[in-house]
């Protein structure tokens, strides 16, 4: 029962800092000499750029176009499926590391309205889920609970192996795992005090560092692993004349262009849908339940998109060219952001051991999606891109991995059923499971 409740403060504070951007500072932490986090201190000895969240916006759109361009005419890039805002947001990144290494300033972003995009973009995608889909997504999204039940234990398993091999308390392994892979920026900041409560100093800093690294690794790897599955299989969409609901094909046919009050009513009808998962929020809060803001809008999203389904008299939303254009919009310029802020110069001195451990767990992350995965959801289309999407999350993070499903399903054709079960994952299992299983295998390798 103490390791329940414990689980549920940890559960509370990830709800807490899931808004904390990947390069902001958190209060009152405290950062090892010899480990440092990717919300580095700032060098007062160098020029620091700070700019506004507005500035982050902007931003954003430049590293979208960027890896667009960029994409459009490197054909490695285009053949492996790698996302247009990945290739940008990484480029970005890059040249700011440079400028930091060079001595000539340090570069920083408020990413507070970043989360914005992400509550549109889970919004859309509520919008697009039909019931039918939702029957489809259920032996999909079982299977895949299950799988992520097993990884979330191998994940702290080669964590704890390698913090031991790296002469570091064992502890260190949920810091190197799960915690930071699987939960991300948010999981890690909240485990945080319990971490260094246990005397694990500079372990939070560690996992912090891998949930960085493990993004970068997530956004580059579903793309060649959807290649590796579809193409060699000859496998294609069940259904060639469906919608892709995040982004229009590269190739747009005339049919499907957009027009100005198509945008505007899409627009509408998400801000309405977030308005409600707003009260939604606030209801589920004070029943003493933690989730976050993104799953309330999700559902306010199915609920009204089934419900203009019974409407067919009022101007179409759902299955819109202008609602899939919204949504790649909002996806594309989150992930720019969240890749371009990244302070990769926080990583340099432990790069080489976190290195070796990615490594290790992309490996993991691979092999679980190719050779369980695709087989047991049935080497179909829908397995293909599911299995990519689930590698990039597993290591990644939810949007990166819908990026990569994105840039797949532009290529090869729409799966709408891949979008709604990989986000379920995430919203109903991953935050609870891994609060557990981190607190067990802390009481297990603890002093």
């Given amino acids: 029962m103490d390791r329940l ?5 940890v559960l509370t504070q990830v709800d807490r800092t899931s808004r904390v951007g ?6 009152g932490r405290s950062t090892s000499p010899r480990l440092r986090a990717a919300h580095s201190e700032p060098d007062p000895n160098m020029t620091q750029i700070q700019f506004p969240d507005f500035m982050s916006i902007i931003f954003g759109l430049i590293a979208f176009l960027l890896g667009e361009s960029i994409n459009s005419r490197v054909g490695f890039l285009r053949r492996f499926n790698i996302p247009d805002p990945v290739t940008g ?4 990144a890059l040249a700011f590391f440079a400028l930091q290494k060079a001595g000539i300033a340090e570069v920083r972003f408020d990413t507070a309205a970043r989360d914005v995009l992400l509550l549109i973009f889970f919004t ?6 039909s019931l039918a889909d939702l029957r489809r997504g259920g032996r999909p999204l079982l299977i895949l609970i299950g799988l992520t039940s097993v990884l979330l234990i191998l994940q702290n398993l080669v964590g704890g192996l390698a913090a031991l091999l790296s002469g570091l308390p064992a502890g260190f392994g949920v810091a190197l795992g799960s915690t930071s892979l699987l939960g991300g920026h948010g999981t890690m900041i909240a485990w945080s005090g319990e971490l260094e409560a246990m005397g694990l100093a500079g372990a939070p800093e560690a996992g912090i560092a891998m949930a960085t690294l493990g993004l970068v690794a997530g956004a580059v790897i579903g793309g060649p692993l959807a290649k590796a599955l579809i193409e060699p299989r000859g496998l294609r969409p069940d259904e060639p004349g469906e919608i892709n609901p995040v982004g229009l094909p590269d190739a747009t046919p005339g049919a499907l262009l957009v027009s100005k009050s198509e945008l505007m009513r899409a627009l509408l009808v998400v801000m309405l849908c977030i308005v409600m998962g707003f009260f939604l929020h606030r209801a589920v809060l004070a029943m003493g339940v933690m989730v976050p803001m ?3 809008c999700l559902l306010a999203g199915m609920a009204v998109g089934n419900a203009l389904g019974l409407a067919p008299r009022l101007p179409p939303v759902v299955d819109t060219p202008a609602l899939s254009l919204l949504s790649e919009f909002a996806l594309g310029v ?5 890749l371009m802020a990244l302070q990769l110069w926080a990583l340099a001195g432990m ?5 070796a451990v990615l490594a290790v767990q992309t490996a993991l992350a691979i092999a679980f999606s190719a050779f369980l995965a695709f087989r047991l959801l049935g080497r179909d289309y829908q397995a293909a891109v599911l299995a990519s999407g689930y590698a990039s999350f597993v290591v990644g993070a939810t949007p990166t991995a819908i990026a990569t499903m994105t840039a797949v399903t532009k290529k090869y054709g729409a799966c709408a059923a891949a979008f709604i079960v990989l986000p379920l994952v995430s919203a109903l299992f991953v935050d609870i499971a891994n609060a557990l299983v981190t607190q067990a295998f802390l009481a297990m390798w603890g002093p």
């Fill in 5 to 9: 409740r414990r689980a549920n403060a």
């Fill in 294 to 296: 993104f799953v309330p």
């Fill in 351 to 355: 790069a080489g051991t976190l290195l």
């Fill in 334 to 338: 989150f992930l720019a952001i969240s």
């Fill in 124 to 129: 859309t995608i509520g919008l697009n889920a």
């Fill in 22 to 27: 990947l390069s902001e500072r958190v209060p």
């Fill in 89 to 92: 947001g990484l480029l970005l």
